[in-house]
């Protein structure tokens, strides 16, 4: 049994804990906020039988073997170095840091005290987008020439003190949504050759809309994030013998079209509640294994991804008050 604790009980860690739930031999045993009352409630919701007022004193008691960090994305690199700090195994909320320098002072950590580390890429694990990326990798579309990917919806009526809108919580749409058709590209072509981006502002300073071309020897991807309105969130992978739809939204999918000529498959591969229960199951793998990190998943991979959202925020111009 994996003893989970879940570190910061806002939004995301009340999807997780459901799903959390639906995958055997794991567990959530602790909880810790800010509050020990929130806390306290948080696991009286999921059944967790221990409650903690503030992160440290989770890490230090011996009620869990592996703690999801799910705070803003500010925190991500000081919470996760201080609970690697106590020897604890982490899955960290993507993206794993703000930027480059971040991440690597946290692998650097796990490296040093042994335990694992990943970020909870969770569309990696999606069991649609696994399949997607074989077909590729094993040429079902021919060369692919042309990538879509797209994230987005309104968040302009947030609380602008919220995570989303202030630029002192790493705000915008780069960090929190772009990461999806970022990752995307970088799963299914690799590091681009080279890239051009271009953004909208909003008034609390963070960038709100940005748009990405991604040059590769043989292909373009084109791919977008906003907080301005919805997309429609369908990929779109184009090669020269075929296309493959991933269904809406496809981060969190259920399942793709594959196109070829007049023949078309409409393929339902489904998932188990909302998603998060197969990176829950990658983390258990790992550990039971004794791996200190994914073959899906790796540090390498976070690095590359880190250092492609680092070049579209250097390209536009988005840079956070606490980074200068
Ligand atoms: N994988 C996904 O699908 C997905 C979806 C949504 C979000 N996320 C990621 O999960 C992380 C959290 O997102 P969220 O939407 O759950 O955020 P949220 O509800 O705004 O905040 C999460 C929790 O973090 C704690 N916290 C610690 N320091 C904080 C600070 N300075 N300001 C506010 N809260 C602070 C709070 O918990 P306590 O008060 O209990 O300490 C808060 O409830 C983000 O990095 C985001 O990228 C991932």
């Not at 692919?144 to 705000?171: C, H, M, S, T, W």
């Not at 809406?248 to 000529?261: D, M």
């Not at 197969?278 to 690095?303: A, F, K, M, P």
Request: with cysteine; charged share 25%; aromatic share 10%.
């Amino acid at each position: 049994m994996i003893r989970w604790g879940i570190v910061g009980a806002g939004n995301i860690a009340h999807t997780f804990a459901k799903d959390l739930a639906l995958v055997k031999n794991n567990k959530l045993n602790a909880v810790a906020s800010r509050s020990l009352e929130k806390a306290k409630e948080f696991a009286y919701t999921y059944g967790a039988p221990n409650s903690f007022g503030s992160y440290e004193e989770m890490f230090k008691s011996d009620t869990v073997d592996v703690v999801y960090i799910a705070t803003p994305h500010t925190s991500h690199a000081e919470v996760s170095l201080l609970a690697m700090d106590y020897n604890k195994n982490v899955l960290c909320e993507k993206p794993m840091g703000v930027n480059l320098g971040q991440v690597q002072e946290m692998l650097d950590k796990a490296k040093e005290k042994k335990v694992f580390l990943m970020e909870a890429l969770w569309s990696r694990f999606n069991p649609t987008i696994r399949e997607v990326k074989k077909l590729v990798d094993n040429n079902a579309i021919g060369e692919v020439g042309y990538l879509k990917a797209d994230f987005a919806f309104y968040g302009l009526d947030r609380d602008e003190q919220g995570r989303i809108l202030n630029p002192d919580l790493a705000g915008g749409s780069i960090l929190d949504i772009g990461i999806y058709p970022i990752f995307l590209s970088y799963l299914l072509l690799g590091m681009p050759k080279a890239m051009t981006a271009h953004s909208k502002f909003y008034k609390t300073g963070v960038e709100i809309q940005t748009a990405m071309i991604f040059e590769y020897e043989n292909a373009l991807s084109m791919l977008y994030s906003g907080l301005s309105s919805n997309s429609e969130m369908k990929a779109e992978i184009a090669g020269s013998l075929g296309s493959i739809f991933i269904k809406p939204r496809w981060h969190e999918t259920t399942g793709y079209i594959l196109e070829k000529g007049e023949e078309v498959s409409d393929v339902e591969v489904g998932k188990l509640g909302k998603g998060y229960t197969y990176e829950i199951e990658e983390v258990q793998r790992c550990l039971e294994n004794g791996q200190l990190e994914s073959d899906l998943w790796s540090h390498q991979n976070t690095v590359d991804l880190c250092s492609l959202m680092d070049s579209v925020r250097k390209e536009v111009g988005i840079r956070f008050p606490f980074e200068s």
